[in-house]
């Protein structure tokens, strides 16, 4: 087996983490949708010991893949792909993952073809292009102007919230999910300023070593999540995924994603955009409630 380029690695992986339901990143691979253990189990029954370290789905995948680039192994995991036993021998869905895969080995001229009931890899004319994911609709936007007074925040927030889904459209998700960060920071900042008598008294809020409470602007996005919950703004899971989001928010910096080994998808995405509007919503609750101290 030749070695293949990285987009038709990635175009491949897409297709084993599959598009069916719960699947990010607008994949149009046709198969069915797989989880982290049952992608180890089908690069097991392929014969292939997988090597990604990412945390991610189509990550791991994709680092596996380039491992064996270029080598028997790789021919292994593209048959097993088209192969009638990964499917149970479900005839549909294999003729549409096989054609799915000829989509996108063309480029590279190679096709997979059906001996008897094995599938086979063999060279053909190169045509075609690499397939792309399809197009994925845009997200509403949660209702920042009922969260926020400050209109030229509210345009603010909604502006990233739009920046963002350009992004996950595009494939930059680890752009979309800095961006998913910078709204929640924005709108719980917003709710301290607008409380911030309430939020000061909290345990969480940070105090420096006379015991008094830190400016606003030396607040972190931890902390901001704390205090939040703390005085009954966030809920606690809300709270929890909050957190999480915040993690893969740090990896802006390079040398945290160096250390984490971490490359966010599409599913990550769907679940960044997901807690902030589950932030929004807890903090558009606490909006029925009196406002506290004016903002500063």
Not at 27 to 55: E, L
Not at 142 to 169: G, H, K, M, N, Y
Not at 180 to 191: C, P, Q, T
């Amino acid at each position: 087996m030749k070695r293949l380029d990285d987009s038709t690695l990635e175009s491949i992986a897409e297709t084993i983490c599959g598009a069916g339901e719960g699947a990010g990143g607008g994949y149009s691979a046709p198969g069915p949708y797989r989880t982290m253990t049952q992608i180890c189990k089908f690069f097991c029954r392929a014969g292939v010991s997988p090597q990604g370290t990412s945390s991610t789905r189509k990550w791991f995948v994709l680092e596996s893949l380039q491992a064996i680039n270029g080598t028997p192994s790789l021919d292994s995991v593209l048959k097993r792909l088209a192969s009638l036993k990964e499917y149970r021998g479900d005839a549909t869905i294999t003729q549409a993952v096989t054609k799915h895969l000829n989509q996108i080995l063309q480029v590279e001229g190679l096709e997979l073809a059906v001996i008897d009931i094995e599938p086979e890899i063999r060279e053909c004319k190169a045509a075609a292009t690499v397939p792309r994911p399809k197009e994925t609709p845009m997200d509403a936007s949660p209702d920042f102007r009922r969260l926020v007074s400050d209109p030229l925040l509210a345009d603010i927030l909604t502006f990233r919230w739009a920046e963002a889904q350009r992004c996950f459209r595009g494939g930059a998700y680890l752009s979309a999910v800095i961006m998913m960060g910078s709204i929640l920071e924005g709108a719980l900042l917003y709710k301290v300023k607008q409380n911030l008598d309430r939020a000061k008294r909290a345990n969480a809020a940070p105090r420096d070593k006379t015991g008094a409470v830190r400016q606003i602007q030396d607040w972190s996005l931890s902390t901001l999540i704390d205090v939040a919950h703390e005085v009954g703004w966030l809920h606690g899971d809300v709270k929890r995924f909050s957190h999480a989001l915040r993690e893969s928010r740090n990896i802006v910096h390079p040398y945290v994603q160096r250390t984490l080994r971490d490359r966010p998808d599409g599913d990550t995405c769907r679940i960044c955009c997901q807690v902030v509007r589950a932030a929004v919503a807890d903090l558009l609750e606490v909006d029925k409630q009196p406002i506290g101290a004016a903002q500063p």
